[in-house]
């Protein structure tokens, strides 16, 4: 069973930061790799998906990287701003049908 | 519609009783995915249907868990005889069909169970 794990599990950063978040897979079979976005009491938000053909994809202030071999992938966010306090999940999909989510990266941005 | 809904949004239940979850997803929307998401958890793969009928259920936890889809629309998540384990968020996700990239979420239900 494909098993996601994100890193850290919360991060805390001053506003204007960039930062990093990390996703492994253990399985790298996978069809694509998808990044959320969770605010509380609300559903998910998807940011960004990459492809497994694909190594990275880019949305404004948003980037994800693929290393599929590795069995892992990044979001990278640039000059974060409170707005971006979040949860943020990523997603597996396998070649059957099946998402797999790690538990997510509790982010705060501080004004 | 303009996106997936659920209801209700929340619901509270007494251990014993059965809850009804529903799913409307987006319009013509062929697949349809359940997920369960415990506090402080990633959500966790339920089952799936394609149209009206149902091609994986692995994930129900117990057979108190039940899920269908009977028009190929409206998706309605059962729960018999609720445990306390059973609180969660709920999610519902369609997609146009089933080998499209991204998944749409509902905004979930949050089950809670005294």
């Known amino acids: 069973k494909q098993e996601v794990t994100q890193i850290p599990a919360a991060l805390s950063v001053p506003e204007g930061e960039n930062l990093v978040l990390n996703c492994s897979f253990t399985d790298s079979a996978i069809y694509n790799l998808q990044w959320f976005r969770q605010d509380p009491g609300k559903g998910l938000t998807s940011l960004l998906l990459i492809q497994s053909s694909q190594r990275e994809q880019t949305s404004g202030r948003l980037n994800a990287s693929l290393d599929k071999s590795s069995g892992r992938s990044t979001l990278y966010i640039a000059a974060s701003q409170p707005g971006d306090s979040a949860t943020y999940l990523c997603?597996?999909?396998?070649?059957?049908?099946?998402?797999?989510f790690g538990t997510g990266t509790s982010l705060t941005v501080i004004p | 519609g303009a996106g997936v809904s659920q209801s209700p949004r929340y619901k509270v239940a007494k251990r014993g009783q059965d809850v009804a979850l529903r799913c409307d997803p987006i319009s013509g929307h062929v697949s349809l995915f359940w997920y369960q998401q415990a506090l402080g958890q990633g959500p966790e793969f339920l089952t799936y249907f394609q149209n009206e009928a149902q091609l994986d259920k692995s994930g129900l936890p117990s057979d108190r868990f039940f899920a269908e889809r009977p028009e190929g629309s409206v998706s309605t998540l059962k729960i018999q005889r609720t445990q306390q384990e059973d609180s969660a968020v709920y999610l519902c996700a369609s997609l146009p069909r089933l080998n499209y990239n991204e998944q749409f979420f509902g905004p979930g239900t949050r089950l809670t169970v005294l």
């Open positions: 997603a597996v999909r396998n070649t059957g049908n099946q998402f797999y």
